[in-house]
């Protein structure tokens, strides 16, 4: 059909609806009833309908007219406010199954079924919703219909019976009231559904389901728009979260946003703190976001410069499914229109990039920084390293690393060209210089020596090989610092010399003058931040010479203990440390000076700045 046949095919539609009405008027109904009206035995008269042609055809135009008919007025007044308040299309699309039923009275149909069945008998009251927002007012107990009560009482004490869902909670998202919202909802919704009634839309969309018939068959969805963000549940409960969290970072973008799980474990700045001190050499701290997606708990004091922004997304997003959760991750990621977004170890970040990484990173810089991967107790392998480099590398912007042992592993393994090498940054922690020299460990008569060690009490610091080095060298006294108190079994393991000190918020809380050796047992590592602690506070270092490690320890100012030794090689080294104080000292001394030359707060803060921040132009560029 050409549009002018279709338009031609309405007109004629429409006179020929007038010349019915006209002979039905001048004719008297047989046998007490009236053409396309309820028996005229029941109480009351058939309104006075005509037939309002749509775009969704004359079958469906014609049974609104028959159900018009069908109703009876002016014999109760609560039906005859139903009348005045029912959309006899908008209901028949929801049930397409009455339009073949021309015996059923459409409002006794609702009064019958629309509790229970959460039916609308108009597009701007939801049953379902009105119920739930309102669950006291509406009880089965005390309102046989809601639609009916809202009507006389409900929408003159202000109750909102909108469909969309959660007008409540997004309101203030929006600085409006929820009778506000639903008013603003309610005029979209009517000028949408009048533009598919009558409208250019709905002559466009009936062209095109005379081409496809599958399009027709979604005219039943007019009855339900949806209108972003108020469309469905959890897109409002995903924009509430976006909301939440822009509104506990100050409702300003960043130059750079760091991506992290949760505020992790020891005194030391740690990667994430690092980068921020870094990069305030360079600009406002202010303009750097801190998010936390994987858990809620508060940051070490000090970590930060002073007005960086903490948000904690774990705790904002708690309630959204883990798809809703990582989507609203990268819609908020984009609203802070960024220089770069570095994520350490946001398992949620790397899940969401997963589905969205390569449209994320069409308008964010994306740099992934790993660390050493972890071993299961099977030997295995695993890591972000080995399960999201190589689903990333080509097209983030960057891969940060802790050590260039990483990144020589990453290299070889994946093959990275010289050309994409030059994306691979190593990122060399700083020492503290402000760490205090400690004393020398006054050499009493009788004195034992004391062994200091600390860390996580988990399988990759290898408590066993310690607790077995202890066994060994019951002349000398191991103390220990962790996060958690030793497995039970471990507990049990424990010999006469070890004693078990607790937790430590930074490595000054711990007696550092009364240790002679620090021993360190990882089994894998990247560049521990305790070991770069230790280094600068002049106590001799056995440690294991794993990953990183060995670009911390060196023979000539530490000891380190071969990857794969047994615990007598740990036992000679730490015997040889004691054996003499002197060099031992010598040799603390010498891995201080080195790591004040190799690894400086003013390197990074060049390298970070170089690599995360974009210059001006640049900027404008990409926005």
């Not at 949620?348 to 997963?354: I, R, S, T």
């Not at 610091?461 to 066994?471: F, M, N, S, T, W």
């Not at 010399?497 to 620090?518: C, F, K």
Request: hydrophobic share 40%.
């Amino acid at each position: 059909m050409t549009s002018r046949q279709h338009d031609l095919y309405l007109r004629l539609r429409s006179r020929a609806g007038r010349l019915r009405r006209r002979l039905a008027s001048q004719r008297q109904p047989a046998h007490g009833t009236r053409e396309d009206s309820t028996p005229a035995g029941r109480a009351g008269h058939a309104p006075d309908a005509e037939l309002e042609t749509t775009h969704l055809g004359p079958v469906i135009d014609d049974a609104v007219l028959r159900a018009k008919r069908r109703m009876r007025i002016g014999a109760d007044p609560d039906y005859d406010l139903l009348y005045e308040n029912f959309d006899v299309l908008h209901y028949l699309l929801q049930s397409p199954g009455l339009i073949d039923q021309p015996e059923v009275d459409l409002i006794e149909h609702f009064l019958e079924n629309g509790r229970d069945r959460g039916l609308s008998p108009h597009p701007d009251f939801s049953m379902t919703e009105y119920v739930n927002r309102y669950p006291h007012k509406t009880s089965p107990e005390r309102v046989r219909n809601p639609y009916l009560f809202w009507l006389k009482h409900g929408r003159a004490a202000g109750d909102v019976a909108d469909p969309a869902p959660r007008i409540n909670r997004v309101a203030p998202v929006l600085g409006l009231t929820p009778e506000q919202v639903a008013d603003l909802v309610a005029e979209r919704r009517r000028d949408l559904q009048q533009r598919f009634r009558t409208g250019r839309l709905g002559e466009v969309f009936a062209r095109a389901a005379e081409i496809e018939p599958l399009i027709g068959a979604t005219w039943t969805e007019i009855a339900r728009p949806h209108l972003p963000p108020l469309s469905r549940q959890v897109v409002v409960d995903e924009f509430c979260a976006i909301y939440q969290a822009q509104e506990a970072a100050g409702f300003r973008p960043a130059r750079v946003v760091l991506v992290i799980n949760r505020p992790r474990w020891g005194g030391g700045r740690r990667m994430e703190g690092n980068l921020a001190h870094a990069l305030a050499a360079d600009i406002d701290p202010g303009e750097i976001v801190v998010i936390y997606t994987d858990d809620s708990t508060e940051a070490k004091v000090d970590r930060f410069p002073d007005g960086v922004r903490e948000v904690d997304f774990a705790g904002i997003a708690r309630n959204l499914s883990k798809d809703r959760a990582a989507h609203a991750l990268v819609m908020l990621l984009r609203s802070f229109h960024a220089d770069a977004i570095v994520n350490i170890n946001a398992k949620l970040l790397y899940d969401a990039m997963g589905s969205y990484g390569r449209a994320l990173a069409v308008t964010e810089r994306l740099f992934p920084c790993f660390f050493c991967n972890e071993q299961t107790a099977m030997g295995t392998w695993v890591g972000y390293p080995l399960r999201y480099f190589y689903r990333t590398f080509d097209y983030v912007a960057g891969v940060i690393t802790d050590s260039e042992y990483l990144a020589r592993q990453l290299t070889d393994a994946y093959q990275v060209g010289a050309k994409d090498r030059e994306r691979l940054h190593v990122f060399r922690a700083p020492v503290d210089a402000d760490l205090p020299v400690v004393s020398e460990s006054p050499a009493s008569p009788g004195r034992r020596p004391q062994v200091f060690w600390a860390g996580r009490w988990d399988r990759q610091k290898r408590i066993g090989l310690l607790l077995e080095v202890a066994r060994l060298m019951p002349e000398v006294d191991f103390r220990m610092w962790g996060e958690s108190v030793l497995t039970r079994g471990h507990a049990r393991e424990a010999p006469d010399n070890v004693r078990m000190e607790g937790t430590y918020a930074h490595i000054s809380e711990i007696p550092l003058a009364e240790a002679d050796v620090w021993l360190y047992t990882s089994g894998w590592d990247g560049v521990p931040s305790q070991l770069l602690e230790v280094a600068m506070t002049g106590i001799p270092i056995v440690g294991s010479l794993v990953g990183g490690t060995g670009e911390v320890l060196s023979e000539e100012d530490a000891w380190p203990v071969a990857e794969g030794e047994g615990t007598e090689t740990y036992v000679a080294a730490i015997q040889a440390a004691l054996a003499d104080p002197a060099d031992a000292r010598h040799r603390a001394l010498a891995l201080r000076e080195r790591m004040l030359r190799e690894r400086t707060k003013k390197a990074l803060a060049t390298q970070a700045a170089d690599v995360l921040l974009a210059d001006d132009e640049s900027r404008e560029g990409g926005r």
